[in-house]
């Protein structure tokens, strides 16, 4: 069973960086993506970033890319997220999730494409 623990988290203010982990304290299975989604207080979780590695890609959105950096490694089910400039709209709980499927249904930008999903850590930025 893979249990995804997220760290990282915290409360900053406008402009800083946080560097979030998302570890495996269970049985090590090959992911064939992994993921980053976030969901604010009386907001619907929305996709943050996510990798795929075969074939490899990565997947960022319009309001992330250039700020946010998702690495990690499929085979160790570890998954890590560097925010810098950070905004007050980033603030959220992010949740880091895995697929261990080979094959997919939906898309990996999609919460359904994901088996295993952490607790969540949380990220305030204040401006």
């Known amino acids: 069973q893979v249990q995804l623990v997220e760290s990282g988290g915290g409360s900053v203010q406008a402009g800083d960086s946080l560097r979030l982990s998302c570890t495996n304290s269970?049985?090590?299975?090959?992911?064939?993506?992994m993921a980053w989604f976030r969901q604010a207080p009386g907001k619907e979780r929305e996709f943050v970033t996510a990798?795929?590695?075969?074939?490899?890609?990565?997947y960022y959105t319009d309001s992330n890319r250039g700020r946010f950096t998702v690495s990690g490694d499929g085979a160790k089910n570890t998954l890590y997220l560097q925010m810098n400039n950070l905004k007050p709209e980033d603030t959220a709980v992010y949740y880091c999730?895995?697929?261990?499927?080979?094959?997919?249904?939906?898309?990996?930008?999609?919460?359904?494409?994901?088996?295993?999903w952490g607790q969540g850590t949380q990220v305030t930025v204040s401006q």
């Open positions: 269970g049985q090590t299975v090959n992911s064939y993506a």
């Open positions: 990798i795929r590695w075969s074939p490899f890609y990565e």
């Open positions: 999730a895995a697929r261990v499927r080979p094959y997919q249904y939906y898309s990996d930008v999609v919460g359904l494409s994901y088996e295993y």
